[in-house]
């Protein structure tokens, strides 16, 4: 049983399933997990989507991948994910 809410294409409809596809295509096929937690509310999704595009995908991140790493053991940690 998940403990954070996530969307996914099996129980997504409407607008949130056209946007999960369209992702999808976006990202090579793989949706980040990320994503599939952002897109529960869409409120909070796209400011967040972007946030996560500008650190992590953009071709000079300021962030190195070891930071990256870090950053997300953190998050992870903090919202008290499996290890």
């Keep these: 049983m998940a403990r954070i809410t996530t969307t996914s294409l099996k129980t997504a409809s409407g607008l949130r399933r056209f946007m999960l596809k369209m992702m999808t295509k976006k990202y090579g096929g793989f949706l980040p997990g ?18 996560y595009q500008y650190l992590h995908l953009r071709k000079k991140s300021p962030l190195s991948r070891v930071q990256r790493e870090m950053l997300a053991t953190v998050v992870n940690g903090l919202i008290g994910g499996a290890p």
């Design 34 to 51: 990320i994503m599939n937690i952002l897109l529960v509310d869409f409120k909070i999704g796209r400011p967040a989507g972007n946030l």
